[in-house]
């Protein structure tokens, strides 16, 4: 089993900056990739930046260019930077990870509110 602890949400103003970390623990994993979704009220869940174990990242179109995403595999740990927050970017953050050992799954964290005022 792969525990994920998220942290770093809150409230900020349109403009605003915010920093998501997202720490893996267990016994005995190693983890592919590595990514952020969130799911705003009254939608559906949606991928909002991955990375993989290499390092490749993958963004949502809206937030290109504001939002960078990033991970320290020595702390198993993946970080969403988000620059210039716009009130849309309010929801719920997962973090979510590809992990295992000798069979790998789909871990999620338990998510963390990020609101932004207008």
């Known amino acids: 089993q792969v525990q994920l602890v998220e942290s770093g949400g809150g409230l900020v103003q349109a403009g605003g900056t915010l920093r998501l970390s997202c720490a893996a623990s267990?016994?005995?994993?190693?983890?592919?990739?590595m990514g952020w979704y969130r799911q705003a009220p009254g939608k559906q869940r949606e991928l909002v930046a991955q990375?993989?174990?290499?390092?490749?990242?993958d963004y949502a179109d809206s937030v290109k260019g504001r939002f960078t995403i990033s991970r320290d595999n020595a702390k198993n740990t993946v970080y969403l930077q988000m620059n210039s927050l716009k009130a849309e970017d309010t929801a719920v953050y997962y973090c979510?990870?590809?992990?295992?050992?000798?069979?790998?799954?789909?871990?999620w964290g338990q998510g963390t509110q990020v609101t932004v005022s207008s």
């Open positions: 990375i993989s174990s290499g390092g490749s990242t």
């Open positions: 267990g016994m005995r994993f190693a983890i592919n990739a």
């Open positions: 979510n990870a590809n992990a295992g050992y000798y069979n790998f799954r789909d871990y």
